[in-house]
């Protein structure tokens, strides 16, 4: 099988933001597409461990707001990498209420309020058939997943339905060990070194470099 021609399938990237009781949720998606044109319908493709599947079960209507080339990338790496279970996405960006529900505050190409009416089960993932209730519109050039990947050298993580396993080359190579640790501050992967992080070091999960790294207690 030519897995890499699964490759040349393309995507944009969206955040979708939804509620989780009283408190703002969601995540970043890149399987979003339109379905149907007469009283348009959507779907969107989400993992079942993702926590954005419980909170849209239990509270239909959400937002999908069009990532673009100049939102800002701290967006994809909090949204796309955190579970709102465990971590306030929302915190350093704030949001507004569209219709009920909540779209993170930066620049995107527009937003699209849905109400999810059917659910897909397609083994780990379901596919959240929605419809339209309102759109509004914004500015920019949207970004393709090819464009998150070649020129923001961004990741997926494995819940991500397109994860590819980066490639050897693509990763930096981890400092030698020793009994310092350095944590993302983005997706929590811990590195261990005996110096301060090469320059040049990426996160080899979600692709934020050294400044994203604080020392934590050994
Ligand atoms: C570029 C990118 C694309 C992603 N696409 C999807 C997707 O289409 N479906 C999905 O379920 N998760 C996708 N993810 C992963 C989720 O955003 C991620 O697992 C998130 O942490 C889930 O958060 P939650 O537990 O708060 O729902 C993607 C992540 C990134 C960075």
């Known amino acids: 099988m030519a897995a890499n021609a699964l490759y040349d399938i393309t995507y944009g990237l969206y955040v979708v933001g939804c509620w989780s009781g009283h408190k703002p949720a969601g995540c970043i998606v890149n399987t979003c597409f339109q379905v149907t044109s007469e009283n348009p319908r959507l779907a969107i493709c989400l ?10 079960k239990k509270n239909p209507r959400f937002c999908i707001s069009i990532i673009s080339e100049d939102t800002d990338p701290f967006v994809i790496s909090s949204f796309g990498f955190r579970s709102a279970r465990d971590a306030d996405k929302y915190e350093d960006f704030g949001y507004e209420e ?12 527009g937003r699209l309020v849905v109400e999810a009416s059917e659910f897909i089960d397609c ?10 209730v309102s759109s509004y519109g914004g500015s920019g050039v949207p970004m393709t997943y090819a464009y998150y990947h070649n020129v923001i050298k961004g990741n997926a993580p494995k819940n991500a339905p397109t994860y590819r396993a980066p490639e050897k080359s693509a990763v930096s190579p981890e400092p030698a060990k020793g009994n310092r640790k350095f944590r993302c501050d983005v997706c929590g992967y811990v590195v ?5 992080l090469p320059e040049d070091f990426v996160c080899p999960v979600c692709g ?11």
């Open 47 to 56: 993992n079942k461990n993702n926590f954005t599947l419980n909170c849209i």
């Open 123 to 132: 083994g780990t993932h379901d596919i959240v058939v929605c419809r339209l």
């Open 208 to 218: 934020m470099n050294r400044s994203h790294f604080v020392e934590v207690e050994s």
């Open 192 to 196: 261990e070194s005996e110096t301060d």
């Open 98 to 109: 569209l219709d009920g529900v909540p779209a993170v505050n930066g620049n995107f190409c």
